[in-house]
């Protein structure tokens, strides 16, 4: 196809498009039909010490360009996203698989963080205060902290690149980007869009590797690197945690989750049943903040498991380039096998099927949306990030069994809940031990939010005005009264 065509396909460095060092490639399939769409160049660490010594050539000059330049770059890169939503949307469904109508919004809403970052770079700001001895003025200024690792995961191919990259440059710092190897293409059309924008070269660089570990360690321990900003799993957020550690890398980190959300005995059904549709079949539930356990009050349950199972049976499975698809195929087998025994074992353990459940015969990574219910405690669908369409329902009959049932676990990225009782609603929201809540909703994403979670969903946050904070150091200076 011709949007994957003109993508470029080497590796991004310096400015310039080169071929790995060891002339290796990596195949990039489309899960709806597992064909093949591209080879793309496959990075090893010594392509990735190429791309961090561009990066630090660079790192002086970006951090002394006034923040307008910066700012006007971003959103130059923002309008031709906008121009180019089409394309860039059909990259993504043929790279990842989501229908095209979820692939457009996703533009829309990455676009986005390189308009709101070009607003925040003009406004970093410091401060000039008064010792309280009355001896010295405290001057605080604020700098960039430096090169920056940057690791995307494959489930928003667009939206993840310009939600790190977008604060990193308006900061000043310079890039490093690691994108995943299953979706290089719309990082690899992103750096194209930045170069044509005005990126100055060395500023960004990209680095596809199906070799993460080896290119990504000796760059942590390397020193040169001054910031890690991951978006991925618990398990490999820990190992990159221990490898920042030799030395002392900032970090950012985006990890795992394991959402619940919560229906009450006075939600509003239609309200609920609808943002539970969105928490749950957002990018097929190939989401982190997906809604992965559903608690619905036992007076309500039946009604409300038989209007989601109606919508989830209702939806159209297919190649989300393909009109009409609401549902495009997982990211690979892998995926699609990993949410089929989820469903095998909270079966084999006494859960119902209300709809879905069944591997689908023919070629491409599809799973049905399904719909369980009576899942028992001991169900490995509890503790397990889905990442799936399949919604888990169980229920409760008190507040503080809702509760307790949402904290029980290591993950605290977001939550929902659904009651139309407002002392209830923010009492809840207090309780429950999350960085996001959805109040009657089931979309929390907003570029001018800070997006992150707490306990092992990660550190630190992206979005909003704290966003940039991430990639800027304080710098305080001790003026005498006087001098």
């Given at each position: 196809?011709?949007?994957?065509?003109?993508?470029?396909?080497?590796?991004?460095?310096?400015?310039?498009?080169?071929?790995?060092?060891?002339g290796r490639?990596?195949?990039?399939?489309?899960?709806?039909?597992?064909?093949?769409?591209?080879?793309?160049?496959?990075?090893?660490?010594?392509?990735?010490?190429?791309?961090?010594?561009?990066?630090v050539?660079?790192?002086?000059?970006?951090?002394?360009?006034?923040?307008?330049?910066?700012s006007?770059?971003?959103r130059r890169?923002?309008?031709i996203?906008?121009?180019r939503?089409e394309?860039?949307?059909?990259?993504?469904?043929?790279?990842?698989?989501?229908?095209?109508a979820?692939?457009?919004?996703?533009?829309?809403y990455?676009?986005?963080?390189?308009?709101?970052?070009?607003?925040?770079?003009?406004?970093?700001?410091?401060?000039?205060t008064?010792?309280?001895?009355?001896?010295?003025?405290?001057?605080?200024?604020?700098?960039?902290?430096?090169?920056?690792?940057?690791?995307?995961?494959?489930?928003?191919?667009?939206?993840?690149?310009?939600?790190?990259?977008?604060?990193?440059?308006?900061?000043g710092?310079?890039?490093?980007?690691?994108?995943?190897?299953?979706?290089?293409?719309?990082?690899?059309?992103?750096?194209a869009?930045l170069?044509?924008?005005?990126?100055?070269?060395?500023?960004?660089?990209?680095?596809?590797?199906?070799d993460?570990?080896?290119v990504?360690?000796?760059?942590?321990?390397?020193?040169?690197i001054?910031?890690l900003?991951?978006?991925?799993?618990?398990?490999?957020g820990?190992?990159?945690?221990?490898?920042?550690?030799?030395?002392?890398?900032?970090?950012?980190?985006?990890?795992?989750?394991?959402?619940?959300?919560?229906?009450?005995d006075?939600?509003?059904?239609?309200v609920?049943?609808e943002?539970?549709?969105?928490?749950?079949?957002r990018?097929?539930?190939?989401?982190c903040?997906?809604?992965?356990?559903?608690?619905?009050?036992t007076?309500?349950?039946?009604?409300f498991?038989?209007?989601?199972s109606?919508r989830?049976?209702?939806?159209?499975?297919?190649d989300?380039?393909?009109?009409?698809?609401?549902?495009?195929?997982?990211?690979?087998?892998?995926?699609?096998?990993?949410?089929h025994d989820?469903?095998?074992?909270?079966?084999?353990?006494?859960?119902?099927?209300?709809t879905?459940?069944?591997?689908?015969?023919?070629?491409?990574?599809?799973?049905?949306?399904?719909?369980?219910?009576?899942?028992a405690?001991d169900?490995?669908?509890?503790?397990?990030?889905?990442?799936?369409?399949?919604?888990?329902?169980?229920?409760?009959?008190?507040?503080?069994?809702?509760?307790?049932?949402a904290?029980?676990?290591?993950?605290?990225?977001?939550?929902?809940?659904?009651t139309?009782n407002l002392?209830?609603?923010?009492?809840?929201?207090?309780?429950l031990e999350?960085?996001?809540?959805?109040?009657?909703?089931?979309?929390?994403?907003n570029?001018a939010?800070?997006?992150?979670?707490?306990?092992?969903s990660?550190?630190?946050?992206e979005?909003?005005?704290?966003?940039?904070?991430?990639?800027?150091?304080?710098k305080?200076?001790?003026?005498?009264?006087g001098?």
């Amino acid at each position: 196809m011709t949007v994957v065509r003109d993508v470029p396909k080497q590796l991004f460095i310096g400015g310039g498009w080169q071929d790995a060092e060891s002339g290796r490639t990596l195949s990039v399939d489309n899960p709806a039909t597992g064909e093949e769409l591209c080879q793309v160049a496959d990075a090893s660490p010594a392509d990735g010490r190429r791309a961090v010594e561009a990066a630090v050539a660079a790192q002086a000059a970006w951090a002394a360009t006034p923040p307008r330049v910066r700012s006007e770059i971003l959103r130059r890169a923002y309008d031709i996203i906008i121009a180019r939503t089409e394309d860039l949307a059909l990259l993504m469904t043929l790279e990842m698989g989501k229908p095209l109508a979820e692939a457009r919004a996703e533009v829309a809403y990455g676009a986005e963080f390189f308009r709101w970052f070009s607003e925040e770079a003009v406004r970093i700001d410091g401060g000039l205060t008064t010792a309280p001895d009355g001896r010295n003025r405290l001057l605080v200024t604020r700098q960039p902290v430096g090169p920056c690792l940057l690791i995307t995961p494959w489930n928003f191919p667009l939206a993840m690149g310009t939600r790190k990259i977008g604060p990193a440059l308006a900061a000043g710092c310079t890039i490093v980007l690691k994108p995943a190897p299953q979706t290089p293409l719309t990082s690899l059309a992103l750096a194209a869009i930045l170069k044509e924008a005005g990126l100055p070269d060395g500023v960004l660089n990209v680095v596809v590797t199906t070799d993460a570990a080896g290119v990504v360690e000796p760059l942590l321990r390397g020193g040169k690197i001054r910031k890690l900003s991951f978006t991925g799993s618990t398990q490999v957020g820990r190992i990159l945690l221990a490898q920042c550690a030799d030395t002392v890398i900032r970090t950012s980190m985006e990890l795992g989750g394991n959402a619940p959300l919560i229906v009450f005995d006075d939600a509003d059904l239609d309200v609920a049943v609808e943002g539970t549709m969105v928490a749950k079949m957002r990018n097929m539930g190939e989401s982190c903040c997906a809604a992965n356990r559903i608690y619905v009050h036992t007076s309500v349950a039946d009604e409300f498991a038989a209007r989601l199972s109606a919508r989830m049976a209702a939806l159209t499975v297919g190649d989300g380039s393909e009109p009409g698809t609401d549902v495009g195929p997982l990211i690979d087998n892998a995926g699609r096998s990993k949410a089929h025994d989820l469903v095998r074992d909270a079966v084999k353990r006494g859960a119902t099927v209300l709809t879905g459940g069944e591997l689908p015969e023919g070629p491409g990574c599809f799973y049905p949306p399904t719909v369980l219910t009576g899942i028992a405690p001991d169900s490995a669908i509890i503790d397990t990030e889905i990442f799936g369409p399949v919604a888990a329902i169980r229920t409760f009959d008190t507040e503080d069994e809702a509760v307790t049932a949402a904290n029980d676990t290591e993950f605290g990225l977001a939550a929902y809940l659904f009651t139309q009782n407002l002392d209830r609603a923010l009492r809840v929201a207090e309780r429950l031990e999350s960085g996001m809540i959805g109040l009657n909703t089931g979309l929390v994403s907003n570029p001018a939010a800070p997006f992150g979670g707490v306990k092992q969903s990660g550190l630190g946050r992206e979005g909003g005005r704290v966003g940039i904070d991430e990639f800027l150091e304080y710098k305080y200076i001790a003026v005498p009264v006087g001098a």
